[in-house]
């Protein structure tokens, strides 16, 4: 979502002065460079960063485990019988080697449900083929990677139990899964936005002059369910509403679809740019078709806001208490939720006045969680 030097900047924590971090910078600006001197793009690109970075992993755990051994923990949990490495899918197939072969245990975390979210987004690639944008799927070889890493992993940990769910049907063993939903740590709000967390303020009735304010913020693709909230938004072009779509656009023609009047693209933004969009909305929508959590439920959470939520993600709304949840992301159940919002804006105020970021998505309980797991491989 951020652009130019910023984003290595806003990626940065205070607390990470304190610990070693081993990081790759300067061979990843290089591989960065020499790919675009190749041509690489697209899956070809993907597939050739995701190999360069195992093998930075495993170079750095073979120097540490031959000059510093007690070092070594830095790159993975440590439970009472061995080590346990943990990585993330798609880059975890040769550290997993190493670690299996050193008699260690390993713990994949996996981003997504895998082949079967790319089933789904083949899917709406051929209902709206206009949209796709030159939307290619992955090649055989990379989910044949992805399975060995499966295979390799003594757990596997998702993030919902859409993508547990997903899995599943892709062939992975139930057992081997555990739903542990991410964290999100709230920005610190103060003075004047701190007041506007704690309570929006809504207008009696939205008007023309002041519609309701829906805004997108991720990345503008199909499996966002960007098609469905653009025919949606057609569906609504009389209503006095506006959508605010924020982020990478990644969909072709997408001016052709919604109105003008009632569609406005903003591109990307910073951090700093999607705190302003957050304050300023009335409601986020997420009307999406697949995803591993979707965190920007719980930023706009942490600003108040209400949530309309597809159920193929992460759970982080309550539905009727903080937000709706759509039985279906089509474009007549995204109309109907939003209709249902403007038609009565003090069920409005209530959900923004009970949204907020819960408990069970703090840094601590992931902590806890992932502690409690390593204990038990």
Known sequence: MCRGGSKLGERFHSELRDVRVNAFNSSLILFEMLARARGLRGWAKIVARNSWFQRKVVSALTSLAAGAPAKA?????????????????????????????????????????????????AEETARVPDLAAGWQPAPPEYWASWREECKLADRVVVNSEWSREGLIRGGIPGEKLSVIPLAYEAPEITGQESDLAGERSYPKRFTAARPMRVLFLGQINLRKGIARLLAAARILRDEPVEFWMVGPMQIAN???????????????????????????????????????????????????????????????????????????????????????????????????????????????ALAYRLQGLGTTL
Do not use: M
Not at 73 to 102: C, E, G, M, N, W
Not at 290 to 300: H, V
């Open 73 to 121: 923990a830095d790159f993975r949990l440590q439970t009472s019988d061995s080590p346990v490495l943990l990585s993330y899918s798609y880059t975890a197939l040769d550290p997993f080697r190493y670690a299996k072969a050193h008699g260690w245990k390993t713990l994949l975390v996996q981003i997504d449900p895998g082949p079967e979210e790319e089933a789904i987004v």
């Open 254 to 364: 997408a001016s052709a679809i919604g109105d003008a009047g009632r569609v406005k693209w903003f591109g990307p933004a910073t951090r700093e740019q999607a705190a302003q969009y957050y304050r300023n909305a009335d409601v986020f929508i997420l009307p999406t078709l697949s995803d591993g959590f979707a965190i920007t439920q719980l930023e706009a959470q942490a600003y108040g806001l209400p949530v309309i939520a597809s159920k193929f993600c992460g759970t982080a709304v309550e539905s009727g208490v903080d937000g709706i949840i759509l039985e279906e992301p089509t474009a007549a159940c995204i109309a109907a939720a939003v209709r249902d919002c403007i038609a009565d804006t003090d069920r409005l105020q209530k959900l923004a006045a009970a949204s907020r970021v819960r408990d069970r998505f703090t840094i601590e």
